[in-house]
T-cell receptor, first 111, second 116 residues
Framework: SQQGEEDPQALSIQEGENATMNCSYK?????LQWYRQNSGRGLVHLIL?????REKHSGRLRVTLDTSKKSSSLLITASRAADTASYFC???????????FGEGTQLTVNP | EAGVTQFPSHSVIEKGQTVTLRCDPI?????LYWYRRVMGKEIKFLLH????????ESGMPNNRFLAERTGGTYSTLKVQPAELEDSGVYFC??????????????FGPGTRLTVL
């Protein structure tokens, strides 16, 4: 298995519904970050959670981190068609070091 | 503040040719990283510069790949000679030197490389 595995691999929901994506990792981390990639475009940073934090919010995003289970979840509330994208979690072992990505979750929000 | 920029956005070359990708980080960011996503698989780390020095190049797949960051500003990634399996999207990212353990990497739009 790869560090930073996301599930589900693909998720299709209706506009207005909530979307939850999960990420698991294997080694100790310093930070865990979530990124979004719209089709054919670059990675957009969404939110960073540190290893000593359990939950963070940013607008319609809520991220949780459970270091005992080595897992994180990203919740997008009241989804919009514009949220359609691939979502990746990425971890780093030390500050400023390389990021290890999962394979991503493809989210489709149907209008 | 301008974001990370990459050039070209797309490149199509023949197997055996040479291609050079360029990345301009956010001004003031000493950390510069290269990643790539091949065949829809996960995004994988290639290497990390701190200013002009290679901090970590453990992700470079082989000696056909050469990265430079002369002067500690922009960086180039040269693939010579290119092989079919090099096709993918090459991302560059930059960040400030660590501030109290919380460092966000900002990514460029990527260069889509197709080797025929």
């Amino acid at each position: 298995s790869q560090q930073g595995e996301e599930d589900p691999q693909a998720l299709s929901i209706q506009e207005g519904e909530n979307a939850t994506m999960n990420c698991s990792y294997k080694t100790s981390i310093n930070n865990l970050q979530w990124y979004r990639q719209n089709s054919g475009r670059g990675l957009v940073h969404l939110i960073l959670i540190r290893s000593n934090e359990r939950e963070k919010h940013s607008g319609r995003l809520r991220v949780t981190l459970d270091t005992s289970k080595k897992s994180s979840s990203l919740l997008i509330t009241a989804s919009r068609a514009a949220d359609t994208a691939s979502y990746f979690c990425a971890t780093d072992g030390t500050s400023g070091s390389r990021l290890t990505f999962g394979e991503g979750t493809q989210l489709t929000v149907n209008p | 503040e301008a974001g990370v920029t990459q050039f070209p956005s797309h490149s199509v070359i023949e197997k055996g040719q040479t291609v050079t990708l360029r990345c301009d980080p956010i001004s003031g960011h000493d950390n510069l990283y290269w990643y790539r996503r091949v065949m829809g698989k996960e995004i994988k780390f290639l290497l990390h510069f701190v200013k002009e020095s290679k901090q970590d190049e453990s992700g470079m797949p082989n000696n056909r790949f050469l990265a430079e960051r002369t002067g500690g500003t922009y960086s180039t990634l040269k693939v010579q000679p290119a092989e079919l399996e090099d096709s993918g999207v090459y991302f560059c990212a930059s960040s400030r030197l660590g501030t109290r353990g919380k460092v966000t990497q900002y990514f460029g739009p990527g260069t889509r490389l197709t080797v025929l």
